[in-house]
């Protein structure tokens, strides 16, 4: 390590350089058309899915099972063995413990692709799930894709019923992703396939021996658990007794609905699990392959895979937006770059706001559409964190028609300001998306039934309002201000829900907090500031682990580009620009760049589904870095 930079000017212009290096590559990455898109991968789960996808869509011959797609098949089981851990079993995010529904789904895929249940590496990881409970604590997901293939007891998991598409609004109480994952599978579940397996095969190696194949009791009769488990022996006894028209019909009904979201979009919500599950819900519905709905359907999904020189892998979606408006952003307030040089960008933005109603609209139905999604088409399923992020980035990135450009800022910020809930927050898809009995239906356990207002999204929107002109004293920004005072931890922190975690939160909250007109000789601030600088890492930077999710505090990892940056903006935003935790902030991005501008990070620091799903942006390592530092110089400047 190189002696610490002791001087100011020494440090600005250090920074000053490293901020240059990383925009001149950022800028060098962006395509033809103006967009950033970089990867976005997660854990072997995917791939997994994926071979259980192919068993469905091409049943074996007696014993054998040689798919057309066996030669991508092989590359998936390498895949996910290349990312078995010494003990045996496979985790959810690097340098995390092995966890039970990964490795569960892993043994299937692997086995059922051709591994013998002999050779070492598959007796590990028998081992290793029996160690954790064995496939009776895997989450509900796995038991009911299981299901399907009769590898697992239909009647110990959960009902799905297509019924709930007849009761009215009631799917707009789920999570957008939850519904959109629900309503295709509940067509599956309720149809019960019990598609063929090669003859002989099984998985009772990994049941645990004595452990019952039911839910979990309920700790108390009169819980939400226990109401839901009621109802759920209600439903199973309704599959075997209902009148099977109405059950056609809702499923009819869901099938409707699932297509009607995949106009104008890249597959059902854009994302991988609701595009295989409606795959398989075409089939059970009696959809010919050749059908444009199945061809379809089938061509998205296979848009997700990776399978090049990067390795082979899936993406869970496509991140283009978000990438996009993030490095829009960080080159932008780094003044390093001409705002005509973002003008492709912005035209390329202005093309993908949304133009539609979608089911945010049901709960704010007189609102105009506007807003941004995630992917490359999504138009049911604006979200306001990309929203909020694309406004920040249109502070910069200016549109060739400058009407057309004011116009859509007008109705996005209209848009964001009517998303905001009761309690002052905002959450990602919808509004009030926070009754909180949901979240017990034995369904729920990938810990995301709900969409609830959170801290990261609700300083970012903040920030946005205030860059185009929403002043403090605005109704919004007092009702966000006090969500934002009133959701802190005791610690000083904030929790992250999209980014990992504490650090991610408390760096947004305290951004969100600055807009508001929030002083940073608060109490509340101090705190917050003191809290960031207690964390710091040995080497400078700044890093958290997944595990923070499942202790509810934070809990420290290496250092990470991502997480440093998320931590220098946090300072700088309650007022620190000269303590000796901001100059070794700095000091590390700037020691730790490589000489192509660009960072090294490995570990997840996006969050999809807490303690069930992590995400690594590919691009978070190079972006959020070139904000920091832009942050940094822009605001010794005005000092």
Not at 55 to 70: D, I
Not at 256 to 265: G, H, N, P, Y
Not at 372 to 380: D, I, Q, S
Not at 493 to 498: Q, T
Request: charged share 20%.
């Amino acid at each position: 390590m190189s002696p610490s930079l002791q001087l100011t000017d020494e440090l600005q212009g250090v920074a000053t350089q490293t901020a240059q290096k990383a925009v001149n590559s950022l800028m060098s990455r962006r395509s033809h058309d103006g967009y950033w898109w970089a990867d976005l991968t997660a854990d072997t789960t995917l791939e997994s899915d994926y071979i259980l996808l192919q068993l469905w869509l091409f049943a074996p011959e007696g014993k054998q099972w040689n798919p057309p797609t066996r030669p991508l098949i092989d590359k998936a089981v390498q895949s996910i063995l290349a990312r078995q851990l010494e003990d045996g079993g496979f985790n959810i995010y690097l340098n995390g413990p092995s966890e039970i529904s990964a490795s569960c789904k892993a043994y299937f895929a692997l086995k059922v692709a051709g591994l013998p249940a002999t050779d070492p590496r598959m007796v590990k990881l028998r081992d290793r799930i029996l160690a954790l409970g064995g496939l009776q604590r895997a989450n509900s997901y796995v038991k009911i894709n299981l299901s399907l293939f009769g590898l697992y007891p239909r009647e110990h998991t959960p009902s799905i019923p297509p019924e709930i598409m007849l009761l009215g609004n009631f799917i707009y109480e789920m999570s957008s992703w939850t519904r959109a994952i629900v309503i295709p599978l509940a067509i599956v579940h309720a149809a019960n396939p019990q598609r063929p397996v090669p003859d002989g095969f099984h998985i009772d190696e990994i049941h645990a021996p004595g452990v019952g194949f039911g839910f979990t009791p309920a700790d108390s009769l009169f819980s939400w658990k226990s109401f839901f488990h009621k109802v759920d022996k209600g439903l199973k006894l309704w599959e075997r007794h209902g009148p099977g028209n109405l059950r056609r019909q809702a499923m009819e009904k869901a099938l409707a609905w699932s297509l009607e979201r995949t106009r104008d979009s890249d597959g059902l919500a854009a994302i991988y699990p609701p595009m295989q599950y409606l795959i398989m819900a075409l089939d059970v519905m009696g959809i010919p392959r050749e059908h444009p709905h199945h061809v379809e359907a089938r061509k998205q999904f296979d848009r997700l895979l990776v399978n090049d020189r990067r390795g082979f892998y899936f993406q869970p979606c496509f991140s283009v937006v978000w990438d996009t408006a993030i490095a829009a952003y960080a080159v932008g307030e780094s003044q390093l770059v001409r705002g005509e040089d973002l003008r492709k960008t912005a035209d390329w933005l202005l093309t993908k706001e949304v133009r539609k109603k979608g089911d945010w609209s049901v709960k704010r139905p007189n609102v105009e559409p506007s807003g941004w999604y995630f992917e490359f088409a999504n138009e049911f399923y604006p979200d306001i964190d990309d929203t909020a992020m694309v406004l920040l980035a249109l502070r910069h990135a200016r549109g060739s028609s400058i009407p057309e450009y004011q116009a859509c800022l007008d109705r996005a910020i209209q848009w964001t300001l009517a998303m905001q809930s009761k309690d002052g927050g905002w959450a990602a898809f919808d509004v009030d998306n926070n009754w909180e009995p949901l979240a017990w239906v034995p369904f729920a356990d990938h810990n995301a039934m709900l969409d609830p207002t959170c801290p990261d999204i609700t300083g970012r929107v903040m920030e946005a309002l205030a860059a185009h002109g929403i002043p403090a004293g605005h109704d919004a920004m007092r009702r966000g201000a006090a969500f934002l005072r009133r959701t802190q931890e005791a610690d000083g922190s904030w929790y992250g829900r999209w980014g990992v975690d504490y650090i991610y939160g408390t760096f947004l909250a305290l951004r969100g907090l600055r807009a508001a007109g929030e002083s940073d000789r608060e109490a509340h601030i101090l705190r917050a500031g003191e809290w960031l600088r207690s964390i710091q890492n040995s080497d400078g930077g700044w890093g958290e682990s997944c595990e923070s999710y499942v202790q509810n505090t934070f809990v420290g990892a290496p250092s990470t580009p991502s997480q440093t940056a998320w931590a220098i903006l946090g300072l700088l935003a309650s007022g620190d620009w000269t303590s000796e935790s901001l100059r070794k902030g700095i000091q590390y991005l700037a020691e730790t760049q490589r000489p192509d501008g660009t960072w090294n990070e490995q570990l997840s620091t996006g969050t999809g589904f807490p303690m069930v799903f992590y995400l690594n942006y590919h691009l978070y390592r190079d972006s959020f870095p070139t904000l920091a530092l832009a942050t940094f110089l822009n605001g010794k400047t005005e000092q």
